[in-house]
């Protein structure tokens, strides 16, 4: 079986290195979630998520064509006038500048859906689908917010379950966004943006979690989670 990085205490996170992959992990994710409102003030959700998995295949094996690590995106727009969630999703093995989670910084690419960050600390996100197009850049107002104690989030009893995990809330968001059928609508608002990585995250009988991040109007935010 693979023998996959293990998340232990103490390890100070390091920037801007950890925006980027880490390949060695089981599991990695970049979640951006949204509230946007339209010229006309009607409010606006959106959600757009990059995962990595790192699979069991051999890292020694030569193919280009070993699926050694797997790219999935979703993306949704909830439109309340609309009465309904609109999503796509994708996924695909890692290879051919095709599909990569890149390291060193957040640097995202599932076909034509992308993420990648600037050197001002901005994201650029743009997704394209039948369902769903979003063109959006993030800008940071604030600090990134370490999670836990210093970035190492304990998610039970054992401390091998535990992730890394900071977060970049109240994120500035301008762009436009459209759903299928629609033209496409000037948007702005803020976001919160979530990148956590671990092998061993859930203890083995946990049965799911809940989880909150919150803007909240002074400016400060809150993530409350339970598993």
Same mark, same amino acid.
């Given at each position: 079986?693979?023998?996959?990085?293990p998340v232990v205490p103490g390890r100070a996170l390091s920037f801007p290195a950890d925006y980027g992959a880490h390949p060695g992990?089981?599991t990695e994710w970049w979640y951006v979630t949204g509230w946007l409102e339209r010229p006309d003030g009607k409010p606006l959700g959106? &959600?757009?998520?990059?995962?990595? %998995? $790192?699979? #069991?295949? =051999?890292?020694? +094996?030569? /193919?280009?064509?070993?699926?050694?690590?797997?790219?999935?995106?979703?993306?949704?727009?909830?439109?309340?006038?609309?009465?309904?969630?609109?999503?796509?999703?994708?996924?695909?093995?890692?290879?051919?500048?095709?599909?990569?989670?890149?390291?060193?910084?957040?640097?995202?690419?599932?076909?034509?859906?992308?993420?990648?960050?600037?050197?001002?600390?901005?994201?650029?996100?743009?997704?394209?689908?039948?369902?769903?197009?979003?063109?959006?850049?993030?800008?940071?107002?604030?600090?990134?917010?370490? &999670?836990?104690?210093?970035?190492? %989030? $304990?998610? #039970?009893? =054992?401390?091998? +379950?535990? /992730?890394?995990?900071?977060?970049e809330p109240q994120l500035k968001v301008a762009g436009s966004v459209a759903r299928a059928g629609n033209a496409a609508a000037k948007?702005?608002?803020?976001?919160?943006?979530?990148?956590?990585?671990?092998?061993?995250?859930?203890?083995?009988?946990?049965?799911?979690?809940?989880?909150?991040?919150?803007?909240?109007?002074?400016?400060?935010?809150?993530?409350?989670?339970?598993?």
């Amino acid at each position: 079986p693979p023998e996959f990085t293990p998340v232990v205490p103490g390890r100070a996170l390091s920037f801007p290195a950890d925006y980027g992959a880490h390949p060695g992990f089981r599991t990695e994710w970049w979640y951006v979630t949204g509230w946007l409102e339209r010229p006309d003030g009607k409010p606006l959700g959106f &959600q757009v998520t990059f995962f990595r %998995s $790192r699979t #069991g295949v =051999d890292q020694a +094996n030569p /193919s280009a064509f070993a699926p050694k690590q797997l790219i999935i995106a979703h993306a949704a727009l909830s439109d309340p006038s609309h009465g309904k969630l609109v999503h796509d999703q994708r996924s695909a093995r890692e290879g051919f500048g095709l599909a990569y989670a890149k390291t060193g910084t957040t640097d995202l690419k599932l076909d034509n859906w992308r993420m990648k960050r600037a050197a001002d600390g901005s994201y650029e996100v743009s997704i394209k689908s039948a369902q769903v197009t979003l063109e959006l850049r993030l800008s940071p107002t604030q600090p990134v917010l370490l &999670q836990g104690a210093g970035g190492f %989030s $304990r998610k #039970g009893a =054992d401390a091998r +379950n535990a /992730s890394y995990y900071y977060s970049e809330p109240q994120l500035k968001v301008a762009g436009s966004v459209a759903r299928a059928g629609n033209a496409a609508a000037k948007v702005e608002g803020t976001a919160w943006l979530d990148h956590e990585w671990s092998s061993e995250a859930i203890e083995p009988d946990a049965s799911g979690w809940d989880w909150i991040g919150a803007n909240l109007d002074d400016g400060s935010a809150l993530m409350a989670f339970q598993i």
